[in-house]
């Protein structure tokens, strides 16, 4: 009887696994493995900020332009020392609050070939690319509603 214990409890770890990892490999929604972050602003004074930030950290690129789609405002970021194409989403959750989403990212010379931000499903994979994209673009943006927030206080 004891020996059934650890059979039942690994039958059940193993259904949990593969039941997650079909679950993810569907990923539902239109962007089902974008990486979100909730800001607590408008999503109109998002796209303003974003804009600033693009041209103060030289992130703007010529291949794409931003644009409105539906309930999605698609935005392009470069990297120019990498030749890499970041793309990145705002959805208004409410009007005081947005979510940003960082899709994913593509070498500037490919026709096509995104590469979803949560791609792979072990965490430490996509884990280099999300901490680039929060440090390079996430991060200055907070910077600067930070001290929009402090400036209208």
Not at 75 to 83: G, L, Q, S, T, V
Not at 118 to 142: D, G, M, P, T
Request: positive net charge.
């Amino acid at each position: 009887m004891k020996r059934k214990y650890p059979l039942i409890i690994t039958g059940i770890l193993v259904f949990g696994f593969l039941f997650y990892y079909i679950a993810w490999s569907i990923s539902p929604g239109s962007y089902g493995k974008a990486e979100t972050y909730e800001l607590n602003i408008s999503e109109e004074t998002l796209i303003e900020i974003i804009k600033q930030v693009k041209v103060e950290e030289n992130l703007k690129t010529n291949s794409f332009t931003d644009h409105k789609n539906g309930h999605w405002f698609s935005i392009y970021f470069e990297y120019k020392d990498k030749n890499q194409i970041i793309h990145a989403l705002t959805r208004p959750k409410n009007k005081e609050t947005t979510t940003f989403y960082f899709s994913g990212y593509k070498n500037k010379t490919d026709r096509g070939n995104w590469i979803d931000a949560n791609e792979y499903f072990w965490w430490w994979k996509n884990s280099k690319v999300k901490k680039e994209f929060e440090s390079r673009i996430l991060n200055k943006i907070e910077q600067k509603i930070k001290t929009q927030a402090l400036n209208t206080d």
